[in-house]
C-alpha cells in the first residue's frame, strides 16, 4: 500500500475534536514531530504503540511498512510529542483532598479568606470541618489585620465560623491556621506543649494565634483523619488532574499507611493508570520497620506501584521561617529555621534503609539542612551513589556543599516554579548574598555533573509542568519578571529542563529501562502539547496546551 493511499484511507486524528480512545493493545501509528529524549535518536517520525510498549521509533516510510489498515494513525499536525511528563516530587492524595477544598492560592489578602471561609461554613452543618488550602502571607497586597510575626491570627475566622472548626493549610505545606472552634476541639491552649520540632504561635497574653508549625499540626489530627476509603477518592481525583496536565508518572513525596493501602487497593483493582513512585513517611516508624522486612515492591508491566523510597523532612520552609539554616533570617534575626527530624536518628536511618537497598529521599530547603544530611549520609554509606539517595528541595545551598551532592551521587530533587513563586519574597529571608550565591542554584549543580530531578511540589504549587519548564529555563515569575530573570547565570537550557522533568526523573526512580525516553521496548508513554518547547517563543511557552496524554498505549486524557 503507498504513503498516499494509506493516509487517505486511516483514521485522520485531530488532537482538537478527536473522541477516539485507543486501547491499550491496539496498534497505533503516531506520526509528525516527536522528542525522544534518546541522545542516539533525538527526534522521530512516528512511532507504534502495541501492548503498551513503543514496538518502533524512526522514519515514517520505514513504519509505513510496518502497519494495515487495521492500524490506528495518528497525524500531530502542529502538536509535539514528548516522552510521558513525570512528575518529580507532589503529594498525589493531597492533591485529590486540595481539589475539594477552598482554593486560597489566589486570595489577595487575608480578609478575602475569611469571606471564602464564611461562605463555605455557610453550606456546612455545625461541627463539620471547613478545609481550605494555599495560602502565603508573603504573596498578599496587604498584612493581615491582626497579625503576629506578618501571620494571620484566628479571631476573624472564629467570628465568621464559630460553629465549625476551620483547618487552612498554607501553602508550603508546613503550617496550618485553625479558628477558636478548632483549637477547642483539639484542646490547644495557653498551656499547651508544642511536639519537638513544631511550634505553637502564641499572641503576647501567651493565648494561642491559632498558627500551628510543622510537627504541631499532629495535635489536629482527629481533625484531619482520613480513611482508606476517602484516600482512594483523593488519589484517583489526584490522577485525572495530573492526566490532564500531561502527568504519565507521579512521584509521591511521603505517603503514611492509609495512603500506601489505598495505592495498593487501587493497583490490585486496576484503578490506577498513573505510574506512581511512593515515598514511605519516616515519621511512621511502623510502616517503616513493616516494609524494610518485605523485599521492594517494583512496578511491572501487569502493574503502576512502586515503593522502593524512603521520604524524612529534615527541615520546615522559608515562607514560615522554619528551613533550617547555618546563619539567622535576614528579617528575623532571631532565629535560624529548626531541624525537624532528629540527625542522628537520621543517620541510623540511612544506615538501615541502605543495608535493604532502600532509596532515602530527605526534604532539605535551608542550607544547614543540607549540609547536615549529606554528611550524615557520608558517615551512614561508605558509597551511596548506586542507592541514588535523592535531597528534595535542596533551595538554598552553600556553594561548598555542590561538590558533595557530586561525590556521594546525590540527585537534586528540585522544584523550579518555587523560584518563580518564591523568589520575589526569599530575598527577605536570606538577604542579597544567600540569594545569590546559593539559593535555586541549578546551573552549579549541573555543571558540578549533579543529576536534577523536577516536580512541582503539587498541591503547594499547581501541577503545571509547562511553567515549571518556564520557570527553569527563564527564572522569572509567571507574570515574566525581571526581564533578564532572577540570577540569570543560573538557568537551565531548554533541552536540560526537559531533560529534568523526563528521563531525569526517570533514573531518579530507577525507571530508566521502561520510562523518561521514547525508545523500542519502553512503555508508550507519550505527552502531546500544541507547542514545541525547544524551539517556541519564551514569551508564547505558557500558552503550551496538553493535548493529549497516553500512559501504556491508551489516551488517558484528550483535550476536546
Known sequence: ??????????????????ASSVAENSRQLIQGLIYTLNPQQPVAEA????????????????????????????ELGDAVAYPGFIEGHGHLSSLGRSLASINLSNAENFDQIVDMVSQKAATLQPGEVVFGRGWHQSKWSSRPNPEVDGFPTHDKLSLVAPNNPVVLEHANGHTVLINQNAMQRANITAQTVAPEGGVIVHEKTSQPT??????????????????????????????????????????????????????QDLDASGELKLRLYSMLDANDSALIDQWLERPLLIADSSS??????????????????????????????????????????????????????????????????????????????????????R????????????????????????????????????????????IESGAYIWRSLIDAGVLIASGTDVPVEPINPIANFYAAITRKTLKGTPETGYEPRQKMTRIEALRAMTSNNAFAAFAEQNQGVIAVGNYADLTILSSDLLNVEEHKILDTKVMKTIVAGETVFSDH
Open 1 to 18: 500500500m503507498s504513503r498516499s493511499s494509506l493516509l487517505t484511507s486511516v483514521l485522520f486524528f485531530s488532537l482538537i475534536g478527536s
Open 47 to 74: 512511532v507504534i504503540l502495541e501492548n503498551g510498549r513503543f514496538q518502533f521509533v524512526g522514519k515514517l516510510d520505514d513504519a509505513l511498512t510496518l502497519i494495515n489498515d487495521t492500524t490506528e494513525v495518528v
Open 210 to 263: 491559632g498558627i500551628l508549625h510543622e510537627t504541631a499540626i499532629s495535635l489536629i489530627s482527629e481533625l484531619t483523619t482520613r480513611s482508606v476509603a476517602s484516600a482512594r477518592r483523593s488519589i484517583l481525583n489526584g490522577q485525572e488532574h495530573a492526566f490532564a496536565h500531561g502527568i504519565t508518572a507521579f512521584h509521591d513525596a511521603g505517603v503514611d499507611s492509609v495512603d500506601v493501602q489505598a495505592q
Open 304 to 389: 503502576r506501584l512502586t515503593i522502593r523510597s524512603i521520604k524524612v523532612v529534615m527541615d520546615g520552609a522559608l515562607g514560615s521561617r522554619t528551613a533550617w539554616l547555618h546563619e539567622p533570617y535576614t528579617d528575623d534575626p532571631a532565629t535560624r529555621g529548626l531541624p525537624t527530624f532528629d540527625a542522628d536518628e537520621f543517620e541510623a536511618l540511612v544506615t538501615r534503609a541502605a543495608r535493604a537497598g532502600w532509596q532515602v529521599n530527605t526534604h532539605a530547603i535551608g542550607d544547614k539542612a543540607n549540609t547536615e544530611v549529606l554528611d550524615r549520609i557520608a558517615l551512614a554509606v561508605s558509597d551511596p551513589k548506586s542507592l541514588r539517595f
Open 391 to 434: 535531597i528534595e528541595h535542596a533551595q538554598h545551598i552553600r556553594p561548598s556543599d555542590v561538590e558533595k551532592f557530586k561525590t556521594l551521587g546525590i540527585i537534586a530533587s528540585m522544584q523550579p516554579i518555587h523560584m518563580s513563586s518564591d523568589r520575589p519574597w526569599a530575598i527577605e529571608r536570606l538577604g542579597q548574598v544567600r
